[in-house]
């Protein structure tokens, strides 16, 4: 974990984004920890906004630009869009390196995931429509009276003895 000021640490998702982005000519412009808002790297018309779990593990990222409707990513695409869109100027260095090898630790130690999950559709609200099946006559009166009486026999004895221990006091 990288350790932003002087206490409050972040997490190896956030911190080799950060790393990766800058080292790939992104302008990022990285919050404090604690705070709701996302990691935002810029470059030229293009936006990537990089959301975080309390515990700082990656969510998901919205890219914003010119080419039409937001988009949303998970950590492979992010990373990959950063990759395309960035320039490998500052590839070379250390800090490239070590926010590569972060990044991969991360991406491995992550399952795959698929896409972000949205609202429900209306129509797809109910989970029980359709599935239950009437049961038929037979299974419905398979036990007959006899579990009835039996029940209420015992009922009676129970009354029976309340009363007689409250009598008998």
């Not at 320039?87 to 991406?107: C, F, H, I, K, Y």
């Not at 129509?123 to 006899?146: D, F, K, L, M, N």
């Not at 309340?162 to 006091?169: C, P």
């Amino acid at each position: 974990m990288a350790v932003a000021g002087s206490q409050t640490p972040r997490s190896a998702d956030r911190a080799g984004l950060h790393a990766r982005a800058e080292a790939l000519g992104w302008s990022v412009e990285d919050p404090p920890p604690g705070t709701r808002r996302p990691l935002r790297c810029e470059r030229s018309d293009l936006t990537v906004e990089s959301f975080f779990s309390t515990d700082g593990e990656f969510r998901a990222a919205r890219i914003h630009g010119p080419t039409g409707p937001d988009e949303e990513l998970d950590f492979p695409s992010t990373l990959d869009f950063l990759q395309r869109h960035g320039t490998d100027a500052g590839q070379g260095g250390t800090a490239a390196a070590e926010a590569a090898a972060v990044l991969a630790r991360s991406a491995a130690r992550r399952s795959p995931a698929g896409p972000a999950p949205q609202e429900t559709p209306p129509a797809e609200e109910s989970t029980t429509a359709g599935i239950s099946t009437p049961e038929p006559p037979e299974v419905r009166q398979a036990w007959g009276t006899w579990p009835i009486v039996v029940v209420a026999v015992l009922v009676v004895c129970v009354v029976l003895f309340f009363v007689a221990r409250i009598a008998g006091w």
